[in-house]
């Protein structure tokens, strides 16, 4: 099945860095989403892209749609003590029975203040 | 807070029993998604319903199942319980107008236990 391969696994950072995380896949998604997961809790959507090459912002966090329709990246700018937790990619196909989202594996975010 | 409500939170049994999970979505929603999140595994979709009907499944094992009611909860029924089978259970909804585009709301899940 189609797989989400998610870098880095953990990153540990200092309160005021940016940080950088991508997702690639061998097959392409018509949507790429972001989701941040923290403990105790389930995942809660940051981001949505839907057209390849789009770049969208929410505050301090920046995500992109790859060209090829196969990867996206997501950077938070400026770290802070609660943007710790576990970030997750998604690729969504829709139509059929892909009706359904594929999640990477996580990073996790550590930030030391 | 989500608006999805999901019941019991934690909940330990013993291997062979039987399980069932429970979901309200959000006010007004139609689609109720189900996912597994296991430490090796990731989160991995079981089967979506939307208004009643299954509408898209994954890796849902036979010893699951699940169903919308009328009201729109869900539940899902976990049989045979293994080992294998501790893990987190997150039940998601989504709007009316954005079903399968990927925005879910995600519940706090419930943590089974097998033992």
């Known amino acids: 099945g189609q797989q989400l391969n998610q870098s880095p696994q953990s990153m540990f950072i200092q309160e005021g860095e940016d940080v950088s995380m991508n997702c690639t896949s061998s097959?392409?998604?018509?949507?790429w989403l972001w989701y941040k997961q923290d403990p105790g809790e389930g995942p809660v959507l940051l981001i949505a892209?839907?057209?390849?090459?789009e770049l969208t912002s929410n505050g301090r966090l920046t995500a992109q749609f790859g060209i090829t329709r196969k990867d996206s990246f997501l950077n938070i700018s400026a770290s802070i003590p609660s943007d710790v937790g576990i970030y997750f990619c998604?690729?969504?196909?829709?139509?059929?029975?892909?009706?359904?989202?594929?999640f990477g594996k996580g990073t996790k975010l550590s930030v030391k203040p | 807070d989500s608006g999805v409500t999901q019941t019991p939170k934690h909940l330990i049994t013993a291997t062979g029993q039987r399980v069932t999970l429970r979901c309200s979505p959000r006010?007004?929603?139609?689609?109720v998604y189900w996912y597994q999140q296991s430490l090796d595994q990731g989160l991995q979709f079981l089967i979506q319903?939307?208004?009643?009907?299954?509408?898209a499944k994954g890796n849902i094992l036979e010893r699951f199942s699940a169903q919308q009611f009328p009201d729109l909860h869900s539940e899902l029924n976990l049989s045979s319980l293994e080992l294998g089978d501790s893990a987190l259970y997150f039940c998601?909804?989504?709007?009316?107008?954005?079903?399968?585009?990927?925005?879910?709301?995600f519940g706090e899940g419930s943590r089974l236990t097998v033992l």
């Open positions: 998601a909804s989504s709007e009316r107008d954005r079903v399968n585009t990927g925005e879910l709301f």
């Open positions: 319903y939307y208004n009643g009907e299954e509408r």
């Open positions: 097959s392409i998604f018509n949507t």
């Open positions: 892209l839907y057209k390849a090459g």
């Open positions: 998604a690729g969504q196909n829709y139509g059929g029975s892909q009706g359904n989202l594929i």
């Open positions: 006010s007004g929603d139609l689609s």
